[in-house]
């Protein structure tokens, strides 16, 4: 069987999934907008348990320091 053959089969065999549910998983990956006031809140909260990490937010920012103490905002 030749390589094109493979790929087509590979392809027809694949995961399917319907166009609203598709589009929905699509648009939350997007959404990365503004943070409510209880999302800054949980994340200052976090924060300030970390000496390094609640010095760092009085001057850059709660966002920024979260981000550097312990990686992306989980959403």
Do not use: W
């Not at 850059?60 to 979260?66: D, F, K, N, V």
């Amino acid at each position: 069987m030749n390589r094109t053959s493979e790929s087509h089969r590979d392809r027809d065999t694949g995961l399917t999934v319907e166009k609203e549910q598709a589009s929905s998983v699509v648009r939350q990956k997007r959404a990365a907008g503004e943070l409510s006031l209880t999302q800054l809140e949980s994340l200052r909260e976090v924060c300030e348990t970390n000496l390094a990490c609640e010095e760092m937010m009085d001057t850059t920012g709660i966002i920024a320091a979260y981000n550097a103490f312990y990686g992306p905002i989980p959403q």
